[in-house]
């Protein structure tokens, strides 16, 4: 299959749009920290999907412009007045091998919105074409990876997880080469920020210390708004992220979801979910799942994910050792004992996500045992991850009538082991309180709904095809994942053994 050929859209440069309220406060920081590109302006750029909730949230007023306006701008052709686009410089450890300069080889930050709330926010367009960072990379994404993001991003948004946002998808009437011939789009994202774990490293390797004190300095006012810190900023910084990540990826766990790809480049420090290439959510329970088709020896398996948080945060404590202490013994004490905090802070963490979704009120002896005799007994009959939890929903403490429990038992085909498990878990859960408070609360942390794969699947492929009904219905439905969708149409139930997906593919 030939890609069609399309005009050099290149060396042409945007006009200049309107002014969106944009600041950079990133573009203040040193030349060495970025460089200075605009985007490249599309053939046909199609306003596919717009987000008008997020950028009434930001504070663009989108209401007040055309959607063929919005299309340049969120394109690449009409590049905002008050906007600054630049790439960011970082390095990283991608699967466990080091690279001293990725950056972003195809996104540019346009520049940061104050929003309603008062929070500074990026605004980021990704596939808009090369830069000096983009390496032998074409700087474009394909549709599919587009609405990939679209989809799971705002998903997790719902779903009450720290995330990046998606504002707009367009269209770009040209073509990109991936495993297939696509069309191609740009999707705007919106972040608390964009400064990862390699952006330190970047500096780090270039034994850049003002570089990092400068970067510590800017991401701990950014993200944190402590402007005061002097020579504990890395420390502070460290520990903040050390908390962030830990509650962060507990989250990840508690609905099943499979980031793929926690490369160092990967991991925000706005403890933000970012990057959503290969990710999945389980169906069936298994730990080791693993679906990226890029992480061959199951590094990033769903059971992986909380180690290599802390393996990634140590990443992080080698960059900033520079700035930890003058004198090197000290500044390796002080990374050591605030990253000896992580293992700790996450199991507290993933214990206090799995207690909500069982319902349990108090925290006593024994709740971690239940917990993971819960996940054994799912593992072991491959049972659907978020169906079992919503179905123990609607279990009730009071009573042990199979009757009662047929929605949850109907899932293991031996329902023997879970019969047992039951029963322990009612005489922890009788004892609290009523069942129907108890059942309330567990019904708004554990969704009746998420991102299916073979869904997501299906909607992308209809969107491929010209048909975006799929893809709008499949986001409606997901905006309230704690409410059981319209009946009939499938969404929260796993696939048929036809529509099993076994591998998702990253989009660059």
């Not at 390699?198 to 004190?213: H, I, P, S």
């Not at 990540?245 to 420090?269: C, E, K, P, Y």
């Not at 403890?271 to 990710?279: L, S, V």
């Not at 999945?280 to 990226?292: E, K, N, Q, T």
């Amino acid at each position: 299959m030939q890609a069609t050929p399309q005009p050099d859209m290149q060396s042409q440069t945007p006009a200049q749009g309107p002014r969106l309220g944009f600041q950079n406060t990133y573009a203040r920081l040193p030349e060495r920290f970025f460089v200075r590109q605009d985007p490249a302006p599309v053939a046909t750029p199609t306003l596919l999907w717009f987000n008008p909730a997020l950028a009434s949230q930001i504070g663009i007023a989108a209401d007040a412009l055309e959607p063929a306006t919005l299309a340049d701008i969120f394109g690449g052709n009409l590049v905002p007045a008050d906007a600054e686009p630049l790439a960011m410089a970082y390095a990283g450890h991608q699967f466990g091998g080091f690279s001293p300069q990725l950056g972003d080889g195809r996104a540019l930050l346009l520049g940061e919105v104050t929003g309603s709330d008062g929070v500074l926010r990026d605004v980021q367009l990704k596939g808009s074409g090369r830069t000096p960072f983009s390496r032998m990379g074409d700087g474009l994404a394909p549709l599919g990876a587009v609405l990939r993001e679209v989809i799971v991003s705002e998903a997790m948004a719902a779903l009450g997880i720290p995330t990046t946002r998606a504002l707009a998808a367009v269209a770009t009437g040209g073509r990109v080469v991936r495993e297939e011939v696509e069309a191609g789009a740009v999707l705007t994202r919106v972040a608390r920020g964009h400064v990862r774990v390699g952006t330190f490293q970047y500096f780090a390797a270039r034994r850049d210390v003002e570089a990092l004190r400068a970067l510590a300095d800017y991401t701990l006012s950014r993200n944190q708004g402590i402007t005061d810190a002097g020579a504990d900023a890395g420390a502070l910084l460290f520990e903040k992220v050390i908390s962030g990540q830990a509650d962060l990826i507990a989250r990840w766990m508690a609905v099943g979801f499979i980031h793929g790809v926690m490369n160092t480049d990967n991991m925000s420090l706005a403890c933000e979910t970012i990057d959503y290439g290969p990710c999945a959510f389980m169906d069936g329970y298994d730990p080791a799942r693993v679906l990226s088709s890029i992480d061959h020896g199951g590094r990033y398996a769903y059971a992986n994910q909380p180690a290599i948080g802390g393996w990634n945060l140590a990443r992080l404590a080698e960059a900033l050792l520079p700035i930890l202490h003058p004198e090197e013994e000290a500044a390796l004490k002080i990374a050591q004992d605030l990253l000896d905090t992580y293992p700790s802070q996450f199991a507290a963490a993933y214990q206090a996500e799995f207690s909500k979704k069982l319902g349990l009120a108090t925290a006593r002896d024994g709740d971690d045992t239940l917990i993971k005799d819960l996940l054994t007994v799912m593992a072991d009959a491959g049972a659907d991850f978020t169906l079992t939890f919503r179905a123990l929903c609607n279990v009730p403490a009071a009573s042990a009538q199979p009757a009662d429990d047929g929605e949850i038992r109907a899932l293991f085909q031996d329902a023997a082991p879970l019969d047992a498990w039951l029963s322990r878990w009612r005489e922890r859960v009788g004892t609290e309180r009523a069942d129907a408070p108890r059942m309330a609360e567990m019904a708004g942390v554990n969704p009746a709904v998420i991102p299916r794969n073979h869904k997501v699947n299906q909607a992308i492929a209809a969107a491929q095809s010209g048909d975006f009904a799929p893809f709008h219905g499949l986001n409606d439905v997901l905006a309230t994942p704690f409410q059981a969708p319209p009946p009939g149409m499938g969404y929260d139930l796993p696939p048929r053994p036809d529509e099993r997906v076994y591998q998702t593919f990253c989009g660059t």
